[in-house]
């Protein structure tokens, strides 16, 4: 079983220290590389399912929150408010209420609707020391949000449409769901107390898991304080579940900050919003991938996607030029040269790379490259040109799979014809 704690120090891609606290770790560039990498992913997935992206402040007057209901049901989870020129401001625990507060900063008409909205932002909960462990429960987070500002009529579809989004990225992610979860109130919970919000709220959750057709289970006691939500739950090796991705339906903030949109009848009418996520924490998710994968990530998320691995010191140059092609494709490449041992030792040391690019003089004459795969297959030997350009290929369409065999030879268009793998 791996643990992304140990994995994650051992592989240099997070780190804490006592001066910055319990709870708030740091990205070393390798682990800013797979964060880098899983945000831009997320980004343009929501692109191109018609979200627009914001960005917002993650402090917020303490009366913002008393209005979104934070305050009264949440506030034990929220760090103190600070005194700043007469007013008390607060580093905000969820960012739903500023971007109702977006939605609100001008008329809105029924045709926008429904309008999406997007922020991958950071906000701060005050989690106990004891619950505190490597990325899984940080304190500083940078969530993957998103709010639908929808018509009632318009709620299913947009919440079925977030479910598969999220299925998509699990597959990219080369995840997989543990189990789908209808979470609902129990006793004993801070709730908002609106009874008829909840059970509409609660039959909506229902038909898009139905309509979905997902195993799920209900849960009393993990909704949300303000309405019920589909959490969709990952678990580690020792089988210990957490939430991911969340769907979320809410009619109590649209209702508590005075939303509208004008309707075709030129009345005003509430908006619902979907609160969705298609990877929750970013700290999180990454801390399940480290796990899943034992750092062998897949392609497109590796810190370093191409090792270049001349055999001696006279394909040095020959190496650098490659690697350097590599950047202008956007790969990731970094050049292990017989300063850091033998090739073999070379090759153990980047085990968890997904491809090594050999350079004997062989291959620098005839301007190819020898690939071997991470997981030991070694396809026949590539001009430089086209083999960058299949990997490419793969790490664009964020494959899981390491090579296509189906590839055809005309792989190479788009990165300039024939490498000469040399230096300059």
């Known amino acids: 079983m791996h643990d992304h704690r140990r994995l994650g120090r051992e592989l240099g891609l ?20 797979v964060r880098h990498a899983l945000e831009e992913y997320i980004r343009e997935a929501e692109r191109r399912a018609g979200y627009r992206h914001v960005y917002s402040p993650v402090l917020g007057k303490r009366e913002l929150y008393e209005i979104s209901g934070h305050w009264s049901h949440y506030s034990d989870d929220m760090f103190p408010p600070m005194d700043l020129g007469g007013e008390q401001v607060v580093l905000r625990p969820s960012l739903c209420p500023h971007h109702a507060l977006i939605f609100r900063s001008r008329s809105r008409s029924y045709r926008e609707l429904p309008l ?20 899984t429960r940080v304190r500083a987070i940078q969530l993957n949000d998103a709010h639908i500002f929808c018509t009632l009529e318009q709620v299913a579809d947009e919440a079925g449409a977030a479910l598969e989004m999220i299925r998509r990225a699990y597959r990219a992610l080369g995840i997989s769901p543990a189990r789908y979860r209808l979470s609902l109130p129990g006793p004993g919970g ?17 038909e898009v898991l139905d309509r979905s057709g997902l195993p799920y289970e209900a849960a009393e006691g993990e909704a949300a304080f303000y309405g019920p939500k589909i959490d969709i739950q990952v678990a580690d090796g020792a089988g210990r579940e957490s939430t991911l991705s969340t769907v979320q339906v809410d009619f109590h903030q649209p209702e508590r900050f005075g939303l509208h949109y004008i309707g075709a009848d030129g009345a005003k009418h509430r908006p619902v919003m979907v609160h969705r996520s298609i990877i929750g924490s ?28 001349p055999v001696s010191d006279a394909e ?11 950047a202008d494709l956007g790969l990731r490449a970094e050049v292990a040269g017989p300063e850091h041992g033998s090739l073999g030792a070379r090759v153990r040391q980047a085990r968890l790379v997904p491809y090594h690019a050999v350079i004997g003089a062989r291959e620098a004459a005839a301007g190819h490259v020898a690939l071997r795969l991470r997981d030991g297959r070694r396809p026949e030997g590539l ?4 083999a960058l350009a299949r990997i490419r290929a793969l790490v664009e369409s964020h494959a899981t799979d390491l090579w296509d065999t189906e590839a055809g030879a005309g792989a190479d268009a788009g990165t ?7 230096a300059g």
Request: include cysteine; glycine fraction near 12%.
């Open 14 to 33: 997070f780190d804490t220290d006592p001066l910055i606290g319990s709870g708030l770790p740091y990205w070393l560039p390798d682990g800013a590389a």
């Open 116 to 135: 999406r909205m997007a922020e991958l932002g950071g906000m701060y909960r005050s989690e106990l020391s004891g619950v505190l462990g490597g990325l």
């Open 190 to 206: 801070k709730y908002v107390a609106a009874p008829e919000l909840w059970r509409r709220s609660t039959e909506l959750l229902t």
């Open 282 to 309: 970013v700290e999180r998710a990454v801390a399940h991938l480290i796990e899943h994968h034992g750092g062998a990530f897949p392609a497109w998320l590796a810190p370093v996607q191409v090792a270049v691995l």
């Open 316 to 326: 040095l140059p020959n190496a650098a030029a490659l690697a350097e092609h590599c």
């Open 383 to 386: 001009p430089a040109a086209e």
């Open 416 to 422: 300039g014809g024939r490498i000469g793998l040399t």
